[in-house]
């Protein structure tokens, strides 16, 4: 269990014991966001620290030969959030765990992949439309668009979108039309190298994306002013090696008790490994 939070450590510690996760770490910031991890089996910390150019700090720990990391990126600009992503494709490299990395988070971006699904709610308009929410998510002034490059970037660095892949099928069938995820995927990650998204997304993907519901944010009980327009800003990221090696399920719990438990849906991501990758 990955955990993006403003709990306190005390009651962070009830929760986990009460659902069953003896080993737990939580590293608790300064911004007033902390970061935890929780597991039924031994947890071994690799890294907790806030230094820049993390805003609210990364946690890095190893459960059962799996690099487990969990972050929540810059508030303020894509920029800001570009220079994280950085540091996280660098810390991606290290490390020898046989299974691999699953990066998890309130990422605070927009991914490329889900360009189809803005393009056809007009997103980039209604972001632009509100200066915070064009600051925060919008390539700057002088061009136009949405600034895709911090994921644009994690993706070039060999992460998987789990959560991605969820939402292609939901696409696939509700618009048998819509182009499969791997021939679409590469050339919308091309397209974003320097933040830009797709120029000719298909009807059918446009038309199956109006009736997708992977957002991640708002929710019903939602305050934040930069959760304005339905967006996917939490994710599950994984290495190559994870991604192939396990059986990878990702989705957003979106139902009655969740629309009230927090301004973010959460997300469940299930793997599935072979012992014999261990």
């Avoid at 699904?117 to 929410?133: T, Y």
């Avoid at 819509?178 to 830009?196: C, K, L, M, Q």
Wanted: one cysteine or more; proline letters at 6%.
């Amino acid at each position: 269990l990955t955990l993006t939070l403003t709990l306190t450590l005390t009651l962070t510690l009830t929760l986990t014991k009460a659902w069953g996760l003896p080993y737990h770490v939580l590293l608790e910031g300064a911004t007033g966001y902390h970061l935890g991890l929780a597991s039924r089996w031994p947890l071994a910390l690799e890294e907790a620290n806030f230094s820049a150019p993390f805003h609210h700090g990364v946690l890095i720990g190893q459960v059962a030969g799996i690099r487990v990391a969990v972050t929540h990126l810059s508030p303020a600009d894509a920029g800001a959030r570009l220079r994280e992503a950085e540091e996280l494709v660098e810390r991606g490299r290290r490390g020898g765990a046989a299974r691999g990395l699953v990066l998890m988070g309130d990422l605070n971006t927009l991914s490329p992949l889900d360009a189809p699904e803005h393009e056809a709610i007009g997103l980039a308009a209604r972001l632009a439309a509100d200066p915070a929410l064009a600051r925060k998510f919008l390539r700057p002034a002088t061009e136009l668009g949405i600034d895709y490059a911090p994921m644009a970037t994690l993706l070039r660095g060999g992460l998987h979108d789990a959560g991605h892949a969820t939402s292609q099928r939901a696409a696939r069938e509700l618009a048998p039309l819509a182009p499969p995820p791997e021939d679409s995927a590469a050339d919308t990650v091309d397209g974003a190298a320097d933040g830009a998204g797709p120029s000719n997304a298909s009807s059918a993907a446009r038309a199956a994306a109006r009736e997708l519901h992977n957002h991640s944010v708002p929710t019903l009980i939602n305050e934040d002013a930069m959760h304005a327009a339905p967006m996917r800003l939490d994710y599950a990221l994984l290495s190559p090696a994870l991604a192939a090696s396990c059986v990878v399920t990702s989705r957003l719990v979106r139902d009655a008790d969740t629309e009230r438990l927090s301004d973010h849906y959460p997300l469940l991501t299930d793997l599935d490994c072979r012992d014999d990758d261990v």
